[in-house]
């Protein structure tokens, strides 16, 4: 079955750097498109970042460009989120997402606090 299991949250200052990964299984992983999404405490979650089956093309949140790059490596079916100055609005559960398979991995808390 499709299993997304994200890793490499945790708590930083802001201005700080994180990066998330995704592990991918069950499905052709060089098929589809891998997405980042969030929730915030009392707010819905949201799109962060998604990423073309390729790697080629890459979408980002207006709230993130220019902080966060995605990226995937088909080889080893996985998708990352390098998160560099980190602001404490960033402050969320970040999830691992195939859009086209409607899965979800469970989820990895990430704290921008000082």
């Known amino acids: 079955q499709v299993q997304l299991v994200e890793s490499g949250g945790g708590l930083v200052q802001p201005g700080g750097s994180l990066r998330l990964s995704c592990a991918a299984s069950?499905?052709?992983?060089?098929?589809?498109?891998m997405s980042w999404h969030r929730q915030a405490p009392g707010k819905e979650r949201e799109l962060v970042a998604s990423?073309?089956?390729?790697?080629?093309?890459?979408n980002y949140a207006d709230s993130v460009k220019g902080r966060f790059i995605i990226s995937r490596d088909n080889a080893k079916a996985t998708v990352s989120l390098q998160m560099n100055s980190l602001k404490i609005e960033d402050t969320a559960v970040y999830y691992c997402?195939?859009?086209?398979?409607?899965?979800w991995g469970p989820g990895t808390q990430v704290t921008v606090s000082s």
């Open positions: 990423i073309s089956n390729t790697g080629r093309v890459t």
């Open positions: 069950g499905f052709t992983f060089s098929n589809n498109i």
């Open positions: 997402k195939a859009p086209q398979l409607g899965s």
